[in-house]
């Protein structure tokens, strides 16, 4: 198969899903959101832990995408601010299966036996940090450990998604690509403060493919507006009436 420059979740062994550690929803850590189509993130210490875990099969991903690669998420924010990015370490940890992954068995999650906060309060200092990629060059750990941050932009002032786009500046991707060896990589995302009132979410692969969240060198206008897509296919369908009546 010939090689592209960008891929989604809804290819391959791509997955997408929500993880919750969530004191005010009845516990949340142990639920799975792997379903759904819409994947939530918050991050407000000690009461709400709500992250994302997204896998990209990156078997074809052309390598000459990998250091200019951006993430892709079409998302709703109620505020403008960072998510912080990690990568899972490449191995056997890539194999989580959306179906069956919640916050109490996810890769990258320090569990309570393990000395993580205890399920259900939402404590944030939950990071496994023996199961993330390490970039190279970084300072000593645990600041080292994030691949980068992401932009998510204030959605509420104009109805509807909106796509969050990194760029390779705050969030190089390329030696994390570079280093894989078996063809996924996988992806934890949540905020970079806590905030009482910040909520998100982004469409998930379950929403349909041209909305999956996207991985490389994505064209800055390839997913288009919900609105904006049935319009392009109206205008598809009239000029097929014209040519026909001709």
């Known amino acids: 198969m010939a090689a ?18 969530d004191g005010q929803n009845g516990g949340t850590s142990a639920t799975v959101f792997g379903a759904g189509e819409t994947a939530d993130f918050r991050r407000y ?27 892709r998420l079409d998302g709703y924010s109620n505020r403008g601010r960072d998510l912080r990015v990690y990568g899972i370490a490449d191995g056997a ?16 999650i320090l569990q309570p036996g393990d000395g993580g906060p205890a399920y259900d309060l939402a404590g944030f200092d939950f990071q496994n940090f023996s199961q993330m990629f390490l970039p190279p060059g970084n300072p000593p750990v645990p600041a080292a450990y994030p691949l980068g941050l992401m932009p998510v932009e204030d959605t509420d002032p104009t109805p509807g998604y909106k796509p969050f786009v990194s ?10 690509l570079a280093a ?24 998930t692969k379950e ?13 800055p206008n390839f997913i288009p507006e919900p609105s ?5 296919l109206l205008g598809i369908g009239a000029v097929g009436m014209i040519v026909r009546r001709r």
């Not at 709400?48 to 000459?64: E, G, H, T, V």
């Not at 760029?167 to 994390?176: A, E, S």
């Not at 041209?210 to 994505?218: E, F, K, S």
């Open 93 to 108: 940890l890539d194999n989580w299966d959306e179906a069956t992954t919640s916050y109490a068995n996810a890769p990258g």
């Open 228 to 232: 904006s897509y049935a319009l392009v």
């Open 167 to 176: 760029n390779p500046t705050d969030l190089p991707l390329g030696d994390f």
């Open 45 to 71: 210490d000690d009461v709400r832990q709500k992250m994302l875990l997204l896998r990209f099969d990156i078997s074809d991903l052309d390598p000459a995408a990998y250091n200019d690669a951006i993430l």
């Open 4 to 21: 592209v420059m960008y891929v989604s979740t809804a290819d391959g062994n791509g997955a997408d899903t929500s993880l919750q550690n």
């Open 180 to 203: 894989d060896t078996n063809g996924i990589v996988s992806f934890l995302i949540h905020h970079d403060i806590t905030h009482t009132s910040h909520t998100g979410n982004i469409r």
């Open 207 to 219: 929403s349909g493919a041209y909305q999956a969240p996207m991985l490389g060198i994505v064209p």
